[in-house]
């Protein structure tokens, strides 16, 4: 029981550094715990393939995971995603299969909600909604940016 | 090589085992918890009806556990007020009934004594047309002495009724408590169990089915809550005796479709053969229930079940007529959403199966 306390302890200090959460309050991320399922995957196992259909959004615990395409046997990396980090997050916006394919490299602990218990969790709790999903706005203009610098270099 | 073999023979064996365990535990606790398995499944519909009120509720940061107190209360105090308004006249009929007996019993039994003088004077009328049939007979056979014998011995057996009846009302709001508060933690304990293989495909096919299956079950409550509505009124327009109960029994039995308006009716047109409503209520009531009816067919069922329910018309007759020969009245009034909800999984299970890579 007590290591069950310390547990959930530690799961509430991680959200609260995880960049997209960081502005709830403590009640707020008490109540998205609630939604929160924790997946452990063993090294090269396979978290989802490109073209299934976008459930679950994920923040990285621990371990280490690779984004990646698949063309005509070749493997293209797009990313790698590291504690903290989160992937996912298109299906929370548009109604679209998964984009790219995702494996652990290591042995990893990620945490996932549903796209529809986050969009439960927004309509609930409206203004912890709108910092999660402001973040994720930061987030995802971050990573077009990126897009656009390397597209720039080329 | 051969090690890797082995260990992997080892490992499948393993598995076999550890399956044929699991499902072995399973049918001996649903056979242990068979007897409350009723209850089981009473609590899970009363706390997905109650469900939205709590997670409403809870965006004021109210505890559930409170909220769902404040619930109980609630629904408490207003079956508190039912009762105080039925209860005096159940116990007034039971009174006049008793009555009956008692003289009855003194002068022998026959239907006039039980003061059912309008079924006594219509089977006069019967007999007077067919005078082959000995209905008198066969009636009054019904109230036979041995008969109120085997009653009075099946006394124990009320008692047994009583215990679970009690049971199941501490059971029921006890199971439901707890699935309401801890909803989530059960949800992440079961899907903890199934493998990252299976994880994402399992939460999408269970939130696809609750999301037809669950607007095809709160259409249904709403469209069976309207139809008890306005048979209320009506029976109170009307001046109909028990309005409240005769128009709740219409609405309970519509959503056995195609029969359950028939079934819904027979209380009332008992309360105006034997009561002291005029016949001529019987055609009264006929139309009322017929406006309500079309009402329903035309106009509610369309607009909030309509295309949510995709089931053949002759599928939906034979699941109902199924369902009362297998469970009686509640395989009639579960039958087709039951039906439905296996059609759900299947067709769901199916698509999302592709979709995974899994078939």
């Not at chain 2, 005096?88 to 003061?115: C, H, R, W």
């Not at chain 2, 047109?269 to 009322?288: A, E, Q, S």
């Amino acid at each position: 029981m007590d290591e069950n306390v310390r547990e959930e302890k530690d799961l509430l200090k991680f959200l609260k550094k995880v960049s997209i959460f960081r502005d709830l309050s403590r009640s707020d991320l008490k109540h998205l715990r609630q939604y929160l399922y924790t997946r452990n995957y063993a090294a090269g196992e396979q978290v989802f393939k490109k073209g299934y259909p976008n459930v679950i959004f994920y923040i990285v615990r621990e371990g280490e995971l690779k984004v990646y395409l698949k063309q005509k046997n070749e493997e293209i990396e797009l990313n790698r995603i590291k504690p903290y980090g989160q992937f996912g997050s298109f299906g929370l916006f548009k109604d679209v299969k998964r984009t790219a394919s995702v494996v652990a490299l290591e042995d990893s602990v990620l945490l996932g909600i549903s796209k529809k218990d986050l969009a439960t969790f927004v309509h609930n709790f409206p203004q912890a909604g709108v910092n999660i999903l402001y973040e994720l706005g930061c987030v995802l203009s971050e990573h077009i940016i990126s897009l656009n610098e390397r597209l720039e270099n080329e | 090589m051969n090690n890797t073999s082995q260990s992997s023979t080892r490992s499948k064996t393993v598995r076999w085992i550890i399956i044929i365990i699991n499902l072995l535990l399973a049918v001996v606790s649903i056979l242990f918890y068979k007897s409350i398995l009723s209850y089981i499944f009473a609590s899970f519909i009363i706390a997905y009806l109650i469900a939205p009120i709590i997670n409403y509720v809870e965006r004021y940061h109210i505890s559930r556990a409170i909220s769902i107190l404040a619930v109980y209360v609630i629904i408490g105090f207003l079956l508190f007020l039912l009762f105080n308004a039925i209860l005096p006249q159940m116990i007034q009929q039971y009174d006049a009934i008793q009555e009956t007996i008692v003289n009855a019993s003194k002068e022998g039994f026959s239907l006039s004594s039980l003061g059912l003088t309008k079924l006594d004077n219509y089977i006069t009328n019967l007999e007077t047309k067919f005078p082959n049939f000995e209905i008198r007979e066969q009636v009054n056979s019904i109230f036979s002495t041995d008969k109120i014998n085997k009653a009075l011995s099946q006394i124990p057996q009320i008692f047994k009724g009583v215990f679970n009846l009690l049971a199941f009302l501490i059971v029921v709001p006890v199971v439901s408590f707890f699935l309401l508060k801890d909803e989530r933690v059960f949800m992440r304990t079961i899907f903890s169990t199934i493998g990252n293989r299976y994880f994402e495909f399992s939460i999408h096919l269970f939130e696809k089915i609750e999301e037809s299956f669950g607007k095809f079950f709160r259409a249904l409550l709403l469209e069976s809550f309207l139809v008890a509505l306005m048979s209320v009124i009506g029976l109170l327009i009307l001046g109909i005796p028990y309005a409240l109960i005769l128009g709740i029994v219409v609405g309970v039995a519509n959503p056995i479709k195609y029969l359950g308006p028939f079934i819904g009716a027979v209380p009332t047109v008992l309360v105006i053969l034997f009561g002291p409503v005029p016949d001529i209520y019987l055609l009264y009531i006929t139309i009322m229930y017929f406006i309500v009816q079309q009402i329903d067919s035309l106009i509610l069922f369309p607009w909030l079940i309509g295309k949510s329910m995709d089931m053949h018309p002759l599928l939906v007759i034979l699941t109902v007529i199924a369902g009362g020969y297998a469970f009686g009245i509640l395989g009639m009034l579960f039958g087709v959403p039951v039906v439905f909800l296996l059609k759900t999984i299947v067709e769901v299970s199916q698509k999302s199966l592709k979709e995974f890579e899994i078939i």
